[in-house]
């Protein structure tokens, strides 16, 4: 069995093991958390502090001035400035995604660092922050959210691009007790929303609005959301410890605590466990059972990461993560998984024991698997010898076993050598392989170059096959900048040296450094070793050295580059020579004008030159099918042109942003095997997606580029109504409220010529004009004039009075059932007295409708009469036989039927449909009903009067089928009415025909 030593140290927290190994015992001196604020990168990154100006402290042998310094994750100092910035106290501080130290004064105004803590610029948060302090403030990524006295909430969603938004007023009367940050790519509207728990309830901001959630779940005390924001973990006044979705819509734990203060510090351990920081005890919460404890006699920091938490103390760093499942299989105290017995049967091969080939029997079936448990156990170690060993008992049991990859132990001593070099203490960037994977090898070269780390950046890209040139390039830049007092002749040996490692490395550029630096002689010797006489002679004529240029055109037999040189010496002392190079360049030398726009410094003419050539290979019929790498990588370059000057920001993103996009409409391309998403917009890349019922891949697009909720709305709506899908269209609408209303739902049904689907959507629109517009376009002029009545607008009425006095066809249905409500129902009419449209009915049809109002009202009253007369007089009106009950049930029928009538929904509601089922319902009930008891009143006036009827009852069956058969022929009657004879316009426009034909 596995050494029992090794989880000896793990802490179980319900069906998982935790452990927390040490990582550095840190090397800072005279440095208290306490004392100090203190930012820490994620990913193993520096950590930044300074003292903290809202405490008081007592200096021991320190300077009174406070300095902002810069430490490795191991302690060690590497870079230190005097802070002497104005704008107020210190606020916050962190560090962006790319290592930039973000800090925040009180005044608003942000100072940005690098890890060398050099200033490298700053900007303001705008005038609200200026005139009303900013209290607090939440960094996540690139971004921050601050709070100011007057209670305003600001946004920097990006630092790259620095404009404060103002989020929504939540009419705030003191500070929220607490405030958690959804990053805009964990939102729905692409835009960043804000948790702040205010009195009892928690509130949810953005741009747009303010939404109340979780009402009655506070006071809140603290708030944190967990890495990809789908939990929140919440600390109540109470002392609980509540874990819920971000939408607080569920609830996954409930923990009680011992006591009720609020901790120091919350934070996500993973996504399995929460941990909670008070004065001298570290409490881990997880969904079962009971935490887990860990005591501290010194102040800690949490540091958040994918897998875990790094511990940071005053004396040493620790990192707190679940123990993978493959290490739990191998060292779990008392294990037989096959991982475990191939790690005994090594050791028992290290003793020369036949143990080893009992072991390797029984796992012989297994043998695969227990070696990807080794190797991947080996990757989460950090103890360089456990390391060994595990690779070593994966080599061991990859003797045996013929079915096994062969590369994965390569890959994974490459990883860890990777991985070991930076955990070193004089690196002190501890990633662990889950960061190391999701940080990428490229991104951990760019660190290291960036902390002069380069021997260690060139070293590692030479290892894993990456291109050494970046990793150059930066060192001959730095070398260039760090040694002014070194001769020129001196210096270029020094880089020749070490430019010739890398083959194809621009001299150009390095000279062009060189010159910026204020080494121009320098730059010209650099400019000699660069074989490219289009990248040479462009740089020495931005040097002045013409005349050493003018020789190296000559030399290399391009008319052009000649033409280019010319033109140089001669723009100074005429413009009107470089106006006409730049207009022939433009029509027929872009290579040409690039190079000459490099020459002059116009990096953003050089872009705008890049950005329309990948226009122009879209236009290429030749181009059509091939690959876009070309055009990206020239999008790109662009995107990096416009990006040297800050006048061009927008530029650069929007470069950047294009090819984002194309390669996304390439992947599904692809995917779809459709060519129908190349060089669309957004919008329509997600309505194309929607009407191939692509939905993952719309939200994807939408999310990348941070679709706003109002376009997202509209784009799904108008392409579900393209498609038909009316099901999906009315769940959608159903999701939340939309934020652009019905209407949109309502025009989309009407142009797809869908009336019903509109009439789900239209009693939804709150404005009662747009109500009444809505019913006046798919022609139901009553419900139209309901709605105009309640706008009170006179012009809107007129308006619709005259459309429907065009089409007296289309509302024909709707006169009908006015002049029956208005003229014979009393009630009804007294409901709608407010509505003007007068229905133009013929005097004919008024009678008719008139005639039938009053044989309804009539025949009531009638059979009322007769049924009491004929009760009295022959049965003594006592109910003692079914013909009584039966006509006591038609009446009521009668009158519930009449009450319906009166009750009717307006068209277009959703209990119209209900309303017409029971009508119907109801009044065939009343027929039959009827039928049957002149039946059962035959019978009994014969059982009573002994009087033959007979005649009576055939009669009534005659009258019934006579009745039946004018009902059944009435359409068709219509029908040969309409089709058996022409109109007079009909007869004369036969007429007219034939006359035309004679002629």
């Known amino acids: 069995?596995?050494?029992?030593?090794?989880?000896?140290?793990?802490?179980?927290?319900?069906?998982?093991?935790?452990?927390?190994?040490?990582?550095?015992?840190?090397?800072?001196?005279?440095?208290?958390?306490?004392?100090?604020?203190?930012?820490?990168?994620?990913?193993?990154?520096?950590?930044?502090?300074?003292?903290?100006?809202?405490?008081?402290?007592?200096?021991?042998?320190?300077?009174?001035?406070?300095?902002?310094?810069?430490?490795?994750?191991?302690?060690?100092?590497?870079?230190?400035?005097?802070?002497?910035?104005?704008?107020?106290?210190?606020?916050?501080?962190?560090?962006?995604?790319?290592?930039?130290?973000?800090?925040?004064?009180?005044?608003?105004?942000?100072?940005?660092?690098?890890?060398?803590?050099?200033?490298?610029?700053?900007?303001?948060?705008?005038?609200?922050?200026?005139?009303?302090?900013?209290?607090?403030?939440?960094?996540?990524?690139?971004?921050?959210?601050?709070?100011?006295?007057?209670?305003?909430?600001?946004?920097?969603?990006?630092?790259?691009?620095?404009?404060?938004?103002?989020?929504?007023?939540?009419?705030?009367?003191?500070?929220?007790?607490?405030?958690?940050?959804?990053?805009?790519?964990?939102?729905?509207?692409?835009?960043?929303?804000?948790?702040?728990?205010?009195?009892?309830?928690?509130?949810?901001?953005?741009?747009?609005?303010?939404?109340?959630?979780?009402?009655?779940?506070?006071?809140?005390?603290?708030?944190?959301?967990?890495?990809?924001?789908?939990?929140?973990?919440?600390?109540?006044?109470?002392?609980?410890?509540?874990?819920?979705?971000s939408d607080f819509s569920k609830e996954f734990i409930d923990y009680t605590c011992e006591s009720a203060l609020p901790p120091d510090q919350l934070a996500w351990c993973g996504s399995d466990a929460v941990l909670l920081y008070w004065d001298d005890m570290l409490l881990m919460v997880g969904p079962y059972d009971e935490p887990v404890r860990y005591i501290y006699d010194e102040p800690i920091i949490l540091i958040p990461e994918c897998d875990g938490v790094r511990i940071l103390s005053n004396t040493n760093m620790e990192f707190l993560h679940r123990v993978p499942d493959s290490t739990v299989s191998i060292f779990q105290i008392g294990s037989t998984s096959p991982p475990a017995l191939l790690y005994d049967a090594l050791e028992h091969f290290d003793r020369r024991s036949a143990k080893a080939v009992e072991n390797l029997r029984l796992i012989r079936t297994s043998l695969p698997?227990?070696?990807?448990?080794?190797?991947?156990?080996?990757?989460?170690?950090?103890?360089?010898?456990?390391?060994?060993?595990?690779?070593?008992?994966?080599?061991?049991?990859?003797?045996?076993?013929?079915?096994?990859?062969?590369?994965?132990?390569?890959?994974?001593?490459?990883?860890?050598?990777?991985?070991?070099?930076?955990?070193?203490?004089?690196?002190?960037?501890?990633?662990?392989?889950?960061?190391?994977?999701?940080?990428?090898?490229?991104?951990?070269?760019?660190r290291l170059i960036n902390a002069h780390k380069h021997l260690l950046a060139l070293r590692i890209s030479e290892y894993l096959g990456l291109s050494q040139e970046v990793v150059i390039m930066h060192w001959t830049c730095t070398k260039i900048t760090a040694s002014a007092t070194i001769p020129d002749a001196t210096l270029l040996q020094i880089l020749l040296d070490k430019l010739k490692i890398c083959k194809g490395i621009s001299y150009a550029a390095v000279a062009a450094h060189a010159d910026k630096s204020g080494r121009r002689k320098l730059a010209a010797m650099l400019v000699e070793h660069e074989p490219r006489s289009s990248k040479q002679i462009p740089l020495l004529l931005s040097i002045g050295e013409e005349n050493s240029a003018l020789v190296k055109a000559t030399e290399s037999g391009d008319t052009d580059l000649v033409y280019l040189v010319m033109f140089h010496i001669w723009k100074k002392a005429r413009p009107l020579a470089r106006d006409l190079f730049v207009k022939?360049?433009?029509?027929?030398?872009?290579?040409?004008?690039?190079?000459?726009?490099?020459?002059?410094?116009?990096?953003?003419?050089?872009?705008?030159?890049?950005?329309?050539?990948?226009?122009?290979?879209?236009?290429?019929?030749?181009?059509?099918?091939?690959?876009?790498?070309?055009?990206?990588?020239?999008?790109?370059?662009?995107?990096?042109?416009?990006?040297?000057?800050?006048?061009?920001?927008?530029?650069?993103?929007?470069?950047?942003?294009?090819?984002?996009?194309?390669?996304?409409?390439?992947?599904?391309?692809?995917?779809?095997?459709?060519?129908?998403?190349?060089?669309?917009?957004?919008?329509?890349?997600?309505?194309?997606?929607?009407?191939l019922g692509n939905h993952r891949a719309a939200n994807r697009v939408r999310a990348e580029f941070k679709v706003s909720d109002k376009r997202w709305y509209w784009l799904k709506c108008f392409a579900l109504a393209t498609i038909r899908d009316w099901d999906a269209l009315e769940k959608f609408s159903k999701?939340?409220?939309?934020?652009?209303?019905?209407?949109?739902?309502?025009?989309?049904?009407?142009?797809?010529?869908?009336?019903?689907?509109?009439?789900?959507?239209?009693?939804?629109?709150?404005?009662?004009?747009?109500?009444?517009?809505?019913?006046?376009?798919?022609?139901?002029?009553?419900?139209?004039?309901?709605?105009?009545?309640?706008?009170?607008?006179?012009?809107?009425l007129g308006r619709l009075r005259q459309s429907f006095s065009q089409n007296a066809g289309g509302s024909s249905i709707f006169d009908t059932l006015r002049l029956l409500l208005f003229n014979l129902l009393p009630l009804a009419s007294s409901l709608d007295q407010h509505i003007n449209i007068n229905p133009q009915v013929t005097p004919k049809l008024s009678y008719e409708?008139?005639?039938?109002?009053?044989?309804?009202?009539?025949?009531?009253?009638?059979?009322?009469?007769?049924?009491?007369?004929?009760?009295?007089?022959?049965?003594?009106?006592?109910?003692?036989?079914?013909?009584?009950?039966i006509g006591l049930l038609f009446y009521a029928a009668i009158w519930f039927q009449t009450m319906l009538t009166i009750m009717r929904p307006h068209r277009g509601s959703r209990g119209r449909k209900i309303w017409y089922v029971v009508h119907w319902l109801v009044g065939i009930a009343a027929s039959l009903v009827g039928v049957i008891n002149v039946f059962t009143g035959l019978q009994a006036y014969h059982e009573r009067t002994l009087e033959d009827v007979r005649i009576w009852t055939a009669i009534f069956i005659v009258e019934l089928f006579l009745v039946l058969l004018v009902y059944l022929l009435q359409e068709k009657w219509h029908y040969l009415g309409q089709h058996g004879s022409a109109s007079k316009s009909q007869i004369a426009h036969h007429k007219l025909s034939e006359e035309e034909s004679c002629v």
């Open 1 to 245: 069995m596995a050494g029992v030593s090794v989880a000896a140290e793990w802490q179980l927290l319900y069906n998982r093991y935790y452990r927390k190994p040490e990582l550095y015992q840190m090397e800072w001196k005279q440095v208290d958390l306490t004392r100090n604020k203190v930012a820490c990168a994620p990913f193993g990154g520096p950590i930044a502090v300074i003292r903290d100006d809202a405490k008081i402290v007592q200096l021991y042998a320190e300077s009174a001035l406070r300095k902002l310094r810069i430490f490795t994750s191991s302690g060690r100092l590497t870079a230190e400035t005097v802070w002497r910035n104005p704008g107020g106290r210190l606020i916050g501080m962190s560090w962006t995604d790319d290592l930039t130290l973000a800090c925040i004064t009180q005044d608003g105004t942000v100072y940005s660092y690098n890890i060398h803590a050099e200033l490298l610029g700053t900007f303001s948060l705008g005038k609200e922050c200026f005139e009303n302090s900013v209290v607090e403030c939440l960094f996540w990524g690139n971004g921050v959210v601050c709070i100011t006295e007057a209670f305003e909430i600001l946004a920097v969603p990006d630092f790259k691009m620095p404009k404060a938004v103002k989020l929504a007023d939540c009419n705030l009367e003191e500070l929220p007790h607490c405030m958690a940050v959804i990053e805009p790519q964990y939102t729905k509207s692409g835009d960043v929303e804000v948790l702040l728990g205010v009195g009892d309830h928690v509130l949810l901001v953005d741009e747009e609005g303010v939404q109340p959630l979780a009402a009655g779940i506070g006071p809140l005390q603290k708030m944190v959301l967990s890495r990809k924001a789908e939990f929140v973990a919440s600390f109540t006044h109470d002392g609980r410890l509540l874990v819920m979705s």
């Open 735 to 796: 999701e939340k409220r939309p934020p652009i209303g019905y209407r949109p739902f309502v025009e989309a049904c009407i142009d797809a010529g869908e009336k019903d689907e509109a009439l789900k959507y239209i009693p939804k629109l709150s404005d009662p004009r747009e109500r009444a517009e809505a019913y006046a376009k798919i022609g139901m002029a009553k419900e139209a004039a309901d709605a105009a009545s309640q706008s009170k607008d006179g012009e809107l």
């Open 369 to 446: 698997e227990a070696v990807e448990s080794c190797i991947d156990a080996a990757g989460y170690e950090f103890d360089i010898s456990q390391q060994r060993t595990l690779l070593r008992a994966a080599s061991y049991g990859q003797t045996f076993s013929s079915h096994f990859r062969r590369d994965s132990i390569r890959e994974m001593c490459q990883m860890l050598r990777v991985l070991n070099a930076v955990r070193h203490v004089d690196v002190g960037i501890p990633l662990s392989l889950q960061q190391y994977k999701l940080l990428t090898p490229s991104v951990l070269i760019n």
């Open 584 to 691: 022939y360049a433009r029509c027929y030398k872009h290579e040409f004008l690039k190079d000459f726009f490099l020459s002059t410094g116009q990096l953003q003419e050089v872009a705008y030159l890049l950005w329309k050539e990948s226009w122009e290979l879209a236009k290429d019929p030749r181009d059509k099918g091939s690959s876009l790498g070309p055009r990206i990588k020239l999008i790109e370059k662009a995107s990096n042109l416009f990006a040297e000057s800050k006048e061009h920001m927008f530029e650069s993103k929007a470069a950047e942003e294009h090819a984002k996009l194309l390669r996304i409409q390439r992947e599904l391309e692809v995917s779809t095997k459709q060519a129908i998403f190349l060089d669309s917009s957004v919008s329509d890349t997600i309505r194309t997606c929607i009407v």
């Open 849 to 885: 409708i008139k005639l039938h109002g009053f044989l309804l009202w009539a025949s009531v009253v009638l059979v009322a009469a007769a049924g009491g007369v004929i009760s009295i007089k022959h049965f003594d009106n006592a109910f003692t036989n079914q013909h009584q009950i």
